[in-house]
């Protein structure tokens, strides 16, 4: 009797075997390659590809392996879109807004000036249509993306000299891409455009005169505050931005569906993980700034007013040119609209008495 059950048991661990190994054969291997916008040294916008990558190789079993390239490996950061476009690599990591120039609507991707907060915009991409209305969008490249990672509410950037009126923005050349730049410059600052590692070089030569970046934690590492001393807030530009990762939709028909769900869980893990690790990481480097002598300061509401005022009337413009950009600005202004009015109840009520008693 016990012979019989012994072989039994082996008999169902032998036939468990060969099903795996028969899926396992069944199921090709794939290898991909990423590019990502940023240097590696920004640890948390470049670890969001590499945190994908990790767990699309954990939910499958090592079977599809994904390679991620900092910034300047295979392309610049700026040209991931491109990369991505022409088969070059399978993916990238980026953010929507580098590729106004190639179609202003990208900008709705991953932030706009005056616009929605982390929760907003992610409340708009899943439930408010957003994710549609951006892949309609980004098809016309022959690419498919996928919401990946948030950097929350950025700061108002780095000035040699303390701004306190419009007056004194004019000339003024600052690094800020983007819409935000456009805005910046129809308050009269002269916009420039420069990659992460580019940025300190030209402040401390003067070659630009302030710059723009990210929030506490990835300016502490790029050293802005080193020849900066001037730290405003907010970045009214960018209420948040949201990385996005693209994937060549070629190459995404060909993945088999298991691969296409495990990218997809691990995008949404980035997409969650990454806000997370900035709310933890950005208070203390405020800190350490704050140590080190950094002055930080608010935004005159002369400047916020009239950096409002142009915002919607760029907006406006564009809509009347583009029916592509006029369809996803209505859809995301209406859903934004209506998020204020709810926010300004219970979050605003609970913050605007509980954050000053700190």
């Not at 090709?28 to 590019?35: E, F, K």
């Not at 916008?37 to 392996?65: C, H, I, M, N």
């Not at 610049?76 to 690599?89: N, Y």
């Not at 969650?272 to 709310?279: G, I, S, W």
């Amino acid at each position: 009797m016990r012979r019989r059950r012994f072989l039994k048991g082996v008999g169902v661990g032998l036939a468990a075997s060969f099903f795996y190994s028969a899926f396992a054969q069944a199921t090709p291997q794939v290898r991909w390659r990423l590019v990502s916008s940023y240097p590696r040294s920004l640890d948390t916008l470049y670890g969001g590809a590499e945190d994908l990558a990790k767990r699309v190789a954990e939910l499958t079993g090592d079977r599809f392996q994904i390679r991620v390239y900092q910034a300047g490996e295979i392309v610049p950061g700026g040209q991931v879109l491109d990369a991505v476009q022409q088969g070059t690599v399978e993916a990238g990591h980026t953010y929507g807004p580098f590729y106004v120039g190639k179609n202003p609507t990208l900008a709705f991707d991953g932030g706009v000036p005056f616009g929605m907060t982390y929760r907003q915009h992610n409340a708009w991409m899943r439930y408010g249509g957003g994710l549609e209305l951006l892949r309609a969008v980004y098809a016309d490249f022959g690419v498919i993306q996928f919401p990946g990672g948030n950097t929350g509410a950025q700061m108002g950037g780095w000035f040699r000299k303390e701004i306190k009126t419009l007056a004194d923005l004019k000339g003024l050349r600052m690094r800020i891409p983007g819409l935000g730049g456009l805005v910046m410059g129809r308050l009269g600052v002269v916009p420039q455009t420069l990659a992460a590692g580019d940025i300190y070089p030209a402040l401390e030569r003067g070659t630009i005169d302030a710059t723009e970046f990210s929030g506490p934690y990835d300016d502490e590492k790029l050293g802005f505050y080193k020849v900066a001393r001037y730290y405003y807030y907010p970045s009214f530009w960018e209420p948040s931005a949201q990385l996005s990762f693209l994937v060549s939709q070629r190459e995404w028909q060909r993945l088999p569906k298991e691969f296409q769900e495990a990218f997809q869980v691990a995008a949404a893990e980035v997409n969650l993980t990454m806000m997370a690790k900035y709310d933890a990481q950005n208070p203390p480097a405020l800190n350490r700034l704050l140590k080190a002598g950094v002055r930080l300061r608010r935004w005159p509401g002369e400047i916020m007013k009239k950096a409002l005022e142009e915002a919607r009337a760029l907006y406006e413009e564009q809509a009347a040119k583009d029916a592509t950009y006029r369809k996803v600005y209505s859809a995301y202004w209406a859903f934004r609209n209506e998020q204020y009015r709810w926010f300004s109840v219970a979050e605003l009520g609970y913050e605007s008495f509980a954050f000053p008693t700190v």
